[in-house]
């Protein structure tokens, strides 16, 4: 049977994949890692950075001794498959990315990691701080400003360059919401024209969260895809 992996993003985690996994398992066997610092796993004292989840990625693949996979990634979780396939061609059958942001600059990182300030989630916005001590416990608190410093690191030198990506051969599904406030159309179409071996594909009516997306609309473009009948 084939192998698919699923990828959370920064914040996310794999429980958001139930349903996905419920729908495909009759066409795969299906893997949801986590990432360091997500869910139940420990945060690394010495931070996080996407070089750092594309090592973790590299020992769950020999560890599961999972050839030609099948991957999805979620926000974070594409780039860090994209990082991946970048190194490990000859374990990538295919990727699928869905709001994964790649026009990393300094300035947008700082911008986007000022908004993952833990005090003033808790104080602005309860419920989702609820939510973030459901999935990761406690150690919220110290992943918001780990996962800020990852994107600061990522503004001053993103992995993904355009010769890099203009390297990757294996087939990429490149996939935005048309209204992810976090993602832009264009940056994803300028990814899917320097990919030499890619599709693009918009998503009506759907935000950057994968709660948000319509579980059906994604399930048929990953039958799509992957040919899947």
Request: net charge negative; glycine share 6%; charged share 20%.
């Amino acid at each position: 049977m084939k192998n698919l992996i699923l990828l959370h993003g920064a914040l996310g985690h794999s429980d958001l994949f139930k349903l996905y996994q419920e729908k495909l398992s009759v066409y795969f066997n299906i893997y949801t890692p986590l990432f360091s610092g997500h869910g139940n796993v420990d945060l690394d004292e010495n931070g996080i950075t996407i070089e750092k989840y594309t090592r973790e990625l590299a020992e769950f693949i020999e560890k599961e001794n999972i050839d030609d996979a099948y991957v999805f990634g979620h926000s974070m979780g594409g780039y860090v498959a994209l990082c991946y396939a970048s190194a490990n061609p000859e374990k990538v059958h295919s990727i699928m990315t869905l709001g994964t942001k790649f026009n990393w600059s300094e300035e947008q990182a700082l911008k986007e990691s000022k908004m993952l300030n833990p005090d003033v989630i808790a104080e602005k916005i309860p419920k989702y701080a609820n939510q973030l001590e459901i999935q990761h416990g406690s150690k919220w608190k110290q992943l918001l400003p780990a996962i800020a410093q990852m994107m600061i690191s990522l503004g001053k030198n993103p992995p993904l360059k355009s010769q890099v990506l203009a390297a990757i051969k294996v087939p990429v599904q490149i996939m935005v919401g048309d209204q992810d406030n976090m993602v832009n159309i264009e940056e994803s179409v300028e990814v899917f024209r320097t990919l030499p071996n890619s599709k693009l594909a918009i998503l009506p009516d759907t935000k950057h969260p994968i709660e948000k997306v319509r579980s059906e609309l994604l399930i048929n473009l990953m039958k799509d895809f992957w040919n899947l009948s």
